[in-house]
């Protein structure tokens, strides 16, 4: 009904399943395709989203396993590497740290999410906490954020090139 109306068909014959069909307004159709392809993009990244969050996953995993990026040093308890001047938390107050994953949470912003626990009179409570990689302090410069920002195109751009990763090797759980 739809293409109908867009483009003022009419149909001339009809015989058993041939179709004369004659088209009065032909800039509809092109609408009418524009149309069409918007909706099936909408529905592909409804469909397509946890596929990208589970790539997104593998390449951000990938990014903070790089010891020039992110490394947990276990005998000093400390962080090295790039994010060292971001992370402003010991190890051994935050044991989580050396889980840490990296988020990304709009446009230009960055952080490092890591899994801790709080004590208190009613038992342990976990949540996970976020150190922001746009909060410069402490040695923590634009420079350095920017130059994580190259690495995280790096990784990223790698991604899409090197590694086989594609939506249907990835499992995903409903």
């Not at 009065?24 to 392809?37: D, E, I, P």
């Not at 790089?66 to 490394?71: A, E, G, S, V």
């Amino acid at each position: 009904m739809l293409a109908i109306n867009f483009t003022g068909a009419v149909f001339k014959e009809a015989n058993t399943f041939i179709f004369k069909i004659e088209f009065t307004n032909q800039s509809g159709l092109s609408y009418f395709l524009l149309l069409a392809v918007v909706f099936l993009l909408i529905r592909y990244y409804t469909y397509a989203h946890h596929y990208h969050e589970e790539l997104y996953k593998l390449w951000s995993s990938r990014m903070l396993r790089d010891r020039k990026i992110f490394h947990y040093h276990y005998e000093a308890e400390t962080v090295d590497g790039l994010l060292m001047n971001a992370v402003n938390v010991w190890g051994g107050d935050e044991p989580g740290i050396q889980a840490s994953k990296y988020q990304i949470t709009g446009l230009f912003k960055r952080g490092l999410l890591y899994p801790t626990q709080h004590h208190h009179e009613e038992g342990v409570e976990e949540y996970e906490e976020l150190i922001s990689l746009t909060n410069f302090k402490d040695g923590w410069r634009k420079r350095d954020y920017l130059k994580l920002l190259g690495y995280e195109f790096k990784y990223q751009f790698t991604a899409f090139f090197k590694y086989r990763e594609n939506l249907r090797n990835l499992r995903i759980s409903p």
